[in-house]
C-alpha cells in the first residue's frame, strides 16, 4: 500500500504526467564560484582571499643551528601537531600521500611539521620509533602558543592537530583544526589551485 501511493506521488490528481526522473548520468551544471566558497568555507576554520589574508610569521622556534631556509615561493603546508596526539601522528602518513599526489597533478605544495612537544628529545624519540615520520620544526616554547594561534585567526581554544596554508605571497589563505581526512583531500587541491 505505502509503495502504492509513493509511486503515485503528490498532486491534484489532475491527470499531469510527473517528470521523468533523472539519470544518475545526467549533467548538472554546477556554479563554481559559489561550489569553491561552500567547499573551502566548510574545510576551513578561517578562509580569506588573497587580498584579505594576514602576512604568515612562523613563531619562535627551537630550531637547529643554522635555522632553516625559507622555502622558495610556493603554497606551503603548516602541521602543527605533537608526539602525543594521537590524531597528529595519524594523520601525518596521510600527508605524505597528498605531496605527492598533488605534485603529480602539477600542484606542488612544500609540507613542514612543527611540534608543540615540550622538549626535542621527545621528537627525536618519536622519530627513532617511527622513522617514516618526517623531519619537524618545534616550538621554542609552548608558551608561545597562544600568540601564534592568535595570530592565525583561531580563539586560545584551538587545539592541534592546526593545519595553516599559507599562499606563495606568504599569505594565510586557510587555516584548519581538527585532523584531515581522506574526504578533503577534494577541498586541499581547490584550495592549491588558487581558489
Do not use: Q
Request: with cysteine.
Amino acid at each position: 500500500m505505502l509503495a502504492a501511493a509513493l509511486a503515485c506521488g503528490c498532486g491534484d490528481g489532475g491527470g499531469a504526467t510527473a517528470a521523468p526522473t533523472a539519470s544518475r548520468v545526467d549533467a548538472v551544471t554546477a556554479a563554481p564560484a559559489a561550489l569553491r566558497a561552500d567547499t573551502l568555507d566548510a574545510f576551513c576554520d578561517v578562509h580569506k582571499a588573497a587580498a584579505d589574508a594576514r602576512p604568515f610569521a612562523m613563531p619562535a622556534l627551537d630550531a637547529p643551528d643554522p635555522p632553516p631556509a625559507p622555502p622558495a615561493p610556493a603554497w606551503r603546508w603548516l602541521n602543527v601537531w605533537a608526539t602525543w596526539c594521537k590524531p597528529c601522528v595519524e594523520e601525518i602518513p596521510l600527508l605524505g600521500k597528498w605531496k605527492e599526489r598533488l605534485a603529480s597533478e602539477g600542484l606542488p605544495v612544500v609540507i613542514e611539521l612543527l611540534s608543540v612537544d615540550e622538549k626535542r628529545e621527545d621528537v627525536e624519540a618519536f622519530r627513532k620509533e617511527y622513522p617514516a615520520t618526517p623531519p619537524s620544526l618545534r616550538l621554542r616554547e609552548s608558551g608561545g602558543m597562544g600568540a601564534f594561534i592568535g595570530a592565525l585567526g583561531l580563539d586560545s581554544g584551538a587545539s592541534i592537530p592546526i593545519h595553516v596554508f599559507v599562499d606563495p605571497g606568504g599569505k594565510i589563505r586557510c587555516v584548519r583544526t581538527g585532523a584531515v581526512r581522506d574526504t578533503d583531500y577534494g577541498a586541499v587541491k581547490l584550495l592549491l589551485s588558487g581558489a
